[in-house]
């Protein structure tokens, strides 16, 4: 039962544009989180924003939250080549696991 | 620093083999996942648990089972492999205080011959 959607499923940019990633879901989460994930490797937790936020930064990423439209879209802003990943949003309901979306592959280049 | 360790990288196994993958976490985590990742269809959650003793199925748990003995490790076991389960099999843990933030490990690539 995926919950988040990402789009684009993939995105090419070069280095120093920004890259944004929309995630949408369907029923209300107490939390919504993006992961990232090198090619081959485990998931990592980048930022996690709350239900009640609307906006939150952690050095170039920002990540918004529209509860109305169930959506959140994921900002990084000045890309570099070692941004070259999958993005993963994830929302969380107490009671249950998480549910990650299908993630986007950013690919920066050069 | 959090760290949640896998047992293998790589796995090859043949159909009908019982296979083991362990995973351990030094995190003093309550809850604890088992995933799959396949091309095209993101993360699916086999099972997860709780506590001790304790699993909840997850989306796809059929032809897996689960153990968790001891609060730090977390094994899924596949009863009698079949190629359809060839896949990436992540592991993760987290705190329910720290607002379910989820930790991995570096996966295991399986392959079933």
């Known amino acids: 039962s995926q919950q988040g959607e990402e789009d684009p499923q993939a995105l090419s940019i070069q280095e120093g544009e920004n890259a944004t990633m929309n995630c949408s879901y369907k029923?209300?989460?107490?939390?919504l989180q993006w992961y990232r994930q090198n090619s081959g490797r485990g998931l990592v937790h980048l930022i996690l924003?709350?239900?009640?936020?609307r906006e939150k930064h952690s050095g170039r990423l920002r990540v918004t939250l529209d509860t109305s439209k169930k959506s959140s879209s994921l900002l990084i802003t000045a890309s570099r080549a070692a941004d070259t990943a999958s993005y993963f949003c994830a929302t969380f309901q107490a009671g249950t696991a998480l549910i990650f979306g299908k993630g986007t592959t950013l690919s920066v280049s050069s | 620093d959090v760290k949640v360790t896998q047992s293998s990288r790589y796995l090859v196994k043949r159909t009908g083999e019982k296979v083991f993958l362990e995973c351990v976490q030094d995190m003093d985590h309550e809850n604890m996942f088992w995933y799959r990742q396949d091309p095209g269809l993101g993360l699916r959650l086999i099972y997860f648990?709780?506590?001790?003793?304790?699993?909840e199925k997850g989306d796809i748990p059929e032809g897996y089972s689960v153990s968790r003995e001891k609060k730090e490790r977390f094994s899924l076991i596949l009863e009698s492999a079949s190629t359809n389960q060839t896949s990436m099999y992540l592991c993760?843990?987290?705190?329910?205080?720290?607002?379910?933030?989820?930790?991995f490990g570096a996966g295991t690539r399986l392959s079933v011959l």
């Open positions: 924003i709350r239900s009640n936020e």
């Open positions: 648990s709780y506590d001790v003793k304790m699993k």
């Open positions: 993760a843990s987290s705190l329910f205080a720290q607002e379910n933030i989820q930790y």
């Open positions: 029923t209300s989460i107490n939390n």
